[in-house]
């Protein structure tokens, strides 16, 4: 049994059953956890600042690709130049 760091729930965790480093979501208040030992399991709320980050990285890979797509229909249209 490990205790959210945020609200003082119990969660039931087999130590088993995670690993140093996995994240679980506590079932009373939703906080994102990380698993910091095994034996007994301990918890600390996971960075949230990560999971923001990489949003960030995919929403700019996504604008990227939209401004490629845009400059290979420009080449296709303009294609006709050279005749």
């Not at 205790?3 to 994240?23: N, R, Y």
């Not at 956890?33 to 999971?51: F, K, N, W, Y």
């Not at 929403?59 to 420009?74: T, V």
């Amino acid at each position: 049994m490990a205790t959210c760091p945020e609200c003082d729930a119990d969660i039931e965790v087999d130590e088993f059953d995670v690993d140093k480093g996995d994240l679980i979501s506590c079932p009373d208040c939703g906080a994102n956890l990380e698993v910091t030992s095994t034996s007994p399991v301990e918890l600390e709320g996971a960075d949230d600042e990560d999971d923001e980050d990489d949003d960030e990285d995919e929403d700019f890979e996504e604008e990227e690709e939209a401004d490629a797509d845009e400059s290979e229909d420009e080449e296709t249209e303009g294609g006709d130049w050279d005749e």
